[in-house]
């Protein structure tokens, strides 16, 4: 059993951590990269370049971008940054970079949607009766979570958020709420009824989740009272 969450966390901490600076200043090459990497998950699957590559190849590394872990780490680092303490160094380090690594979590997530899209939006759209429950559930739960996910990363590119105005951005941004809250909903509907074999995974995921809350929900609860004291 390889817990693709919990690799992801890790090799997303690593990333953002010691890359912080070289994210900051060329993020154009990691969008790139990160869109080269699309492109490359694409063929290997659409090329069937998987039937020959070996299965260690697939299983432990392209399956962390193809089965949207990896992406979903880096939402849940994004998450997490906002939700802690901002004078904690490791979190103003994360902050300095949170629209950047949003911006390359949306991009990897484009190939998870593709590869899967591919199979299952087509089902969707042409014979939504032949769809196990969970797929299709976990596909209509998708297109809500692309809708929520365009606008929230055309608008963290920089030279669309200064042409915005502060509150508007600030009103758009709570949509990152949905879309994570969502992304927990996906995982739970697909993982669930293979409980037997995606315990691990599902206690991770609801660990990770279930801590975002308490984080958030704190913060803001000390926010309210220190405007009623103020
Ligand atoms: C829009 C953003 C999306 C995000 C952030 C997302 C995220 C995820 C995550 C985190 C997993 C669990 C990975 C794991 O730990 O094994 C997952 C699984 C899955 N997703 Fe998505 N997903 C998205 C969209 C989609 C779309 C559009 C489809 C297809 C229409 C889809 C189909 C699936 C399927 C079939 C699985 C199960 C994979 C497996 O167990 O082999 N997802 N997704």
């Known amino acids: ?3 693709y ?3 992801s966390l890790i090799l ?3 990333f953002a951590l010691c890359g912080h600076r070289a994210i900051r200043t060329h993020a154009g090459l990691f969008y790139a990269l990160a869109a080269g990497i699309v492109l490359g998950e694409v063929v290997y699957y659409v090329c069937g370049v998987y039937e020959v590559a070996p299965q260690w190849l697939t299983e432990y590394l392209v399956n962390l971008f193809k089965r949207g872990a990896l992406s979903t780490a880096m939402f849940v680092v994004v998450m997490y940054a906002g939700a802690m303490d901002p004078r904690r160094p490791m979190v103003r380090r994360l902050m300095g970079i949170r629209g950047q690594l949003s911006i390359v979590a949306c991009i990897l997530t484009l ?3 593709i590869i899967y899209g591919r199979k299952h ?3 969707l759209f042409t014979n939504p009766g032949e769809m196990k429950p969970q797929t299709l559930a976990a596909a209509l739960i998708s297109v809500v979570m692309i809708a929520l996910m365009i606008p929230l990363m055309v608008t963290s590119f920089q030279a669309v958020r200064g042409k915005m105005k502060a509150r508007d951005w600030k009103k758009l941004q709570r949509l990152a709420y949905g879309f994570f809250a969502l992304i927990y909903v996906h995982v739970m509907v697909l993982l ?3 409980f037997s074999k995606k315990w691990v995974d599902i206690l991770i995921y609801t660990v990770m989740f279930g801590v975002y809350l308490v984080l958030r929900g704190s913060k803001a609860w000390k926010g309210k009272t220190h405007s009623c004291a103020g």
């Open 1 to 3: 059993m390889y817990p």
């Open 5 to 7: 969450i919990l690799v």
């Open 12 to 14: 997303t901490l690593i």
């Open 111 to 113: 190939g998870h949607n």
């Open 121 to 123: 939006f087509v089902a």
């Open 192 to 194: 669930v009824p293979k």
